[in-house]
């Protein structure tokens, strides 16, 4: 509560120093809410947005959890028809679609956003109004592929939408159109995102807080960010080819005009890859926070994580085509893609052993984040092995696009990222919400999730190698699949029921959990120095930074507490234009994906007019601000 | 003083926080560009990956028009130059030179707009289409994206000019800066669009 907060709007003469009065400020005043739901809705406030940004992100794995049971549903024995075939389709495209790009990066986006600034020693991100933006981009594209269902014509050509499936003679009617301008909107969202974590993560750090003594998740974020800056333009440039061809008749993927389909399959990975990684470092990144603190040893091989992490960011860029070993690149490349293949495994490996070598000889304390963090790396070697299995491109050539390969990445996704991602949940729960989740119910979800996500992915392994491909409608009773895919839908309802318990927990954690304290596990980055949930303005006194792990380092030599100075602090004003900006974008995309319709142009013309407005509007009001004064808040300082 | 007064000043102008010294602004334009480098490098390789592809007329080579494209590069390298003037204007608090400069860096960017319009609407008289054949497919969404850029630029530098007249522009050198940073980027990109497109077709290399 900033009760004391002297909120200066841009009328208020009394405040000649403020930064409002030297903008123009000519279009309306801003935003001064601090409870609330415009509060929230207009907040640059990084731990709401990552808030937001979480809830989100849990609400599509509600979702995309949903849709994958209605898959299940419809393998659960031969012959079934639960859904109909082109429903299937949409189901199993909106299932991958949904988990990758509104659930898991969205997930990881809410924990760079909460985390980042208050481990750097931040009072908030390089550009506060940007991060807002990401957020309600990332909205406007959930929006645009999800609306996709009341027209009856969701996205349906499969998460990696391979040319000429998607083309206006083979899928007419508008589902890949939505699919395009979702992820085009989708794409802008994270871009703004990444360039915003790249430069706090640059220039907001605290003093003394050099490169290397970033906590590993910064790290991580760091290297996860300039992997999106670099793999989303190919992917955009090739949703922006495939739209040329649907909506204006270009030929880049027509076959008949000369058009390559090859080529959608080659910038589809230059991004697909990456975007693995994309997915999977944060994870590591968490895990990498997790282990310390609960092993109570530094983390084993800081370095050479980080630099792992940073040769595994590189070298993603050179792997693409173990995608592809199928499609007859011939065999200089199909060698050259299996070796850099290979060569990739090394980093993870280290990665893992450091990870061991941080147990090793520590005092173990086995709370429910630490659970997660071990069942992590333990999930994660089985997904990676079988990631290596597909650097061969001969064994690869047997296992693409059987359920082998299906099993593999839902190892690494949910066994890796979604599992670490629920420990970093739980081990930061207290610092966001100031109160503990149940720790006995937390144990109880977490075998839930851990048996139910082997009892489905295991098995896939066995359908994979006996021959059943990914993306079939259904089956016929002969081929011997019948007993395996009846385990796997059992245990996708398991795991269901796991991440119900989880998220059970989570609520009752809000509403009665014990009251958490500043540092309820005895942790070590500088997030567990400052009260739980943070105030506004996170630092009273911007901390400086001696050591790695500097907040543990001051516990054990007693290096005193920075003290706060007296001085107001600034804090950037909220804002509408974020807002305008994002309805504008959603306006425009729909609008173009309905711009044979009558009245079509005329909609994608509006939304550009309220895109155009929301940045001027943005521009002009300037970053404004208001002065909060810690020595008066009530009780945040203590 | 010193110490205590750069305290003091930061507390009412909120001088932002920056661990390297450079701006904020600055570092984020900087990733962008080296973002954007990605979109242009998969929209260029596009276009040599589909060079000699098309199956029907027009060719390039039948089309393109070297004279024509130089001035209007040369046009565009001006702009340039005179980019670099407003900076280094703004730079000296001059804002008289600044609103000069940047106006003419924004009407020859306007020039290099008109030229391009030209081109394109030359083209379309020729048969080259978007629809016609991979070149056109290829040529209209390359060009037409660097021209977007450069319309974006070109909007951005009037918004100087005629914010120059309502704010205090003295006050934005970083902003103008990273504007500045932005439009040699677009520039430079033009560079090896006219080298692979335009250069390379007529040197006999291109395949
Ligand atoms: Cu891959």
Known sequence: MATSADVIGVASPAHGHSDTDRELGVLGPRPVAKTGLWSWLTTVDHKRIGILYGLSALFFLVVGGVEAL??????????????????????????????????????????????????????????????????????????????????????????????????????PGLSADYWVMGLLVLGVASVAASLNFFVTIINMRAPGMTLMRLPVFVWMTFITNILILLAFPPITIALIQLMMDRMFGANFFNVAAGGLVILWQHWFWIFGHPEVYILILPAMGVVSEILPTFSRKPLFGYPLIVFSGAFIGFMGFAVWSHHMFTTGMGVIATLAFSITTSIIAVPTGVKIFNWIGTMWGGHIRFATPMLYATGFIAMFTIGGFSGVMHSAAAADAQQHDTYFVVAHFHYVLIGGTLMALLGGLAYWFPKITGRMMNEAFGKVAFWTIMIGFNVTFFPMHILGLNGMPRRIYTYSGDMGWNFWNLVCTIGAFVLAFGLLFFFINMAMGLKKGAIAGDDPWDARTLEWSIPSPPPEYNFAAIPTVTHLDDFWHSKITGKPKPQYDGHPIHMPAASYYPMVVGI??????????????????????????????????????????????????????N | MGHAAIAEHDQHHHVEHSYTGIPNKKVLMWAFLASDCMFFGTLISTYIIYHGKSLVGPYPVEVLSIPVTTASSFVLLMSSLFMALAVAAVNRKDIGQTRLWIFATAFFGLIFLGFQSFEFTEFFHRGVTLQKNLFGSTFYTMTGTHGLHVAIGVLWLFSWFVYSYFGDISDKAVDIESTGLYWHFVDIVWIVIFTVIYLVEFVGIGG
Not at chain 1, 122 to 129: I, L
């Open chain 1, 584 to 637: 504008g974008m959603f306006v425009w995309a729909m609008g173009m994906i309905y711009k044979d319709a009558p009245g079509g142009f005329l909609i994608a013309g509006a939304g550009m007019l309220a895109l155009i407005f929301g940045v001027y509007g943005w521009a002009l009001e300037g970053p404004g601000g208001y002065h909060v004064d810690p020595s008066k808040e009530s009780g945040a300082h």
């Open chain 1, 70 to 171: 209605l898959v299940r549903l419809q393998l659960a024995a031969p012959n079934l028809s639960v859904l109909p075939a082109d429903i299937y389709n949409q189901m199993f495209t909106m299932h991958a679609t949904t988990m990758i790009f509104l659930a898991i990066m969205p997930l990881s986006s809410a924990f760079f956003n909460y985390l980042v600034p208050l481990m750097i020693g931040a009072r908030d991100v390089a550009f506060p109004r940007l991060n807002a933006f990401s957020l309600w981009v990332f909205w406007a594209g959930a929006a645009l592929l999800n609306v996709s269902w009341l027209t009856g014509s969701a996205p349906n050509a499969s998460w990696v939408g391979y040319a000429n499936i998607t083309s206006k003679q083979f899928n």
